[in-house]
């Protein structure tokens, strides 16, 4: 019921106050601690803790509202990138960074929940490969693009792989954040400043999707998976 008062709606309540409280001695920045306590049933929900606690009426009301206000998070997002970018202000590198972390989250959580870990690894490595290719070739000139747009498509590649092979496909794939942790982090010492937040952010939105895409491969495959491709890719 949604008037139900249960755990969860206790441990918000105290967190609130909580906050409240630290905001009355402290300042207003812990008033950002009041979004951890409205935050707190769906994401216990989400990760499928506290099952008995889970209210079939409220779990589609959140559902729905956490989808408008992803949504209205995104185009927030968009303007504020948009009018940042027109008055020359660099703070848009982190509203882009913002953006790009979300919809990155929502992808591959969507993907996950597919239920078939290796079809999730495999698609995994499509969008990757395909989306490292197209910001290489926007990046690269002529006739550099050839070179640049290569590892996107090797990486697109392992996805094909994993079709008939997919615990070797997750091996390679395994290997691979090393190798561009190595090369981004030897780019980023190179510069004047050494490696900086944008330096964390590209490993995070290319290496974490590997691991997982690894992981995803490894675990759902099987010796039959091995010696057949899937029928269903």
């Known amino acids: 019921m949604l008037a139900k008062r249960d ?18 001695a402290w300042g207003q920045q812990f008033l950002l601690l009041l979004a951890a306590s409205y935050l707190l049933r769906p994401t216990v929900h989400s990760l499928g803790f506290a099952p008995k606690l889970i209210d079939e009426r409220q779990l589609q009301i959140q559902y729905r509202a956490s989808n408008v206000a992803f949504v209205a998070l995104v185009l927030g997002n968009v ?4 009018h940042l970018m027109h008055v020359d202000d660099h703070t848009w590198e982190m509203v882009g960074a913002l953006l790009a972390i979300s919809l990155a989250v929502r992808a591959l959580t969507g993907l996950l929940l597919v239920g078939d870990p290796v079809v999730a690894g495999r698609r995994i490595l499509y969008s990757v490969g395909v989306l490292a290719a197209v910001f290489a070739a926007l990046d690269a000139g002529f006739p550099e693009v050839f070179l640049a747009v290569l590892p996107g498509l090797a990486i697109a590649g392992l996805g094909m792989v994993s079709h008939r092979h997919p615990r070797l496909a997750a091996v390679i794939t395994g290997a691979l954040p090393l190798i561009f942790c190595a090369l981004i982090l030897s780019m980023a ?6 490696p900086n937040w944008g330096t964390a952010v590209t490993l995070g939105l ?11 491969l490894w675990r759902g495959a099987s010796p039959t998976e091995e010696r057949e491709p899937l029928a269903n890719p």
């Open 7 to 24: 755990g969860i709606f206790w441990a918000a309540t105290a967190i609130s106050g909580v906050a409240l409280v630290l905001t009355a």
């Open 189 to 194: 010492f190179r510069r004047p400043g050494g």
């Open 79 to 82: 303007v504020l990138y948009g």
């Open 206 to 216: 290319i290496v974490t999707p590997l691991i997982i895409a690894a992981i995803c």
